[in-house]
C-alpha cells in the first residue's frame, strides 16, 4: 500500500484565473499532488460567474506548482480543431516535461454551441471526438501528417514545437461502449464519480478495450473526479451544494443544455435530497474519505477532488490534515 495520489479539481466556473492559480498552489502546499482544470465557455449557473480560458490557467499554473496537471476536459470537436487541441496540449508538456496529460470529451452544448455549428445527437458527437483523437494522435508522431475524413480535414503539416515524449491522451466517458473504445484506442481514461458498481463497470470496458489492443490496463492512468461539499457544518455544507453546484442534484443528461440562465431555472427545483448518493455533503471528514477511498480501491490511478463551495482553503487545510494521508492506493 502506498499513499494515493489525490489531486485538486480546479472549477474555472467559480473562480476568476488569478485566484485558481493561487487555490492551485495552496492545494499543492496541502498534499494535493496535481491539478485537473475545467474547460468551460460558460459557467454551469451564473451563480458560479467565471469561465476563464483553461490554456492560459493551466500555462500559469505549471509555474506555480510541481505536480500533474491537464484539462478535465476539452472538446477537440467544436470550439478547437483538432490541430489546435494537439498545438495547445504539446505546447504545455514542452514546457512541464512528464507533467501533463490531455483530457478529452464528446462536449457539451454550454459550451460548444456558442460558434453556431449543428448540435448533433451523443453517438454522433462520440464519433466526432474519436476521428479528432486521430487527428490528434498523428500530430503527436511529430511527423508531417495529413487526414481527410468525415469531420475533419487536415492539410499536410506537422507540430513545430513537439515534447520528447507528447501527453497521454485521456478521455472522460462514463458509458461501457466508449470507454470499451478508450480502452483499445487512447492512453487512459477518466471518469466521474458514480456508484461503485457503475464505475467498476466502466473500469471494466476499459480494460478489456487495452486487452483487445495488446496493452496492459493496469499499467495505464485511470482518473476520477469527484465533487463534494464539505464545511465545519452539516448545513454549511448542504447550502453550498445548493447555491454553488446545484446542477449537481440534477437527475438528467446535461449535454443538450445551452445556457447558465436555462441551467438557473432548473435548479429552482432541485430540492436536498436530489443529492444522495450523487454527492457526499457532510462536515465529517471521515465520511469523505470512506467515499474516496471506495474508488481508490477499484483501481484508480488519481483522484481529483472538488470541494463545490467557496471555502476552499478552510477545506484544503481540513482535508490536507486529516483525509489525504489516511488514504492508500
Known sequence: MSQAKVGYAAALEQFGPREIVDLCETAERHGFTGVMAA???????????HAAYVWNVLSAVGQRTTGDLGPGVTCPSFRYHPAIVAQAAATLEELYPGRT???????????????ARYWPEAPERITMMFEAIEVIQKLFSGKDVKHSGDYFKLHATRLWTMPQLPPAILVATAGPVTAKKT????????TPGATVDKVAGVLAKFAEGARSAGKDPAAM???LQLHLSWAPTD????????????????KFA?????????????????????FTGRMVISSDP????AEIQKFLDLGITQIYLHN?????????????REVLPALTS
Open 308 to 320: 463545490v463551495g467557496r471555502n476552499q482553503v478552510e477545506w484544503m487545510d481540513v482535508f490536507g
Open 101 to 115: 496529460w490531455l483530457g478529452l470529451g464528446s462536449g457539451e452544448a454550454l459550451n460548444e454551441h456558442v460558434v
Open 221 to 223: 492512468p485511470k482518473l
Open 39 to 49: 474547460d468551460h465557455f460558460q459557467p454551469w449557473v451564473p451563480q458560479q460567474g
Open 286 to 289: 471521515d465520511a469523505h474519505r
Open 183 to 190: 480502452g483499445a484506442r487512447c492512453d487512459g481514461i477518466i
Open 235 to 250: 448545513e454549511e455544507a448542504l447550502a453550498n451544494a445548493m447555491t454553488e453546484w446545484p446542477n449537481g442534484g440534477m
Open 254 to 274: 446535461k449535454q443538450d443544455v445551452r445556457s447558465p440562465h436555462d441551467f438557473a431555472a432548473m435548479a429552482a427545483l432541485v430540492r436536498p435530497e436530489d
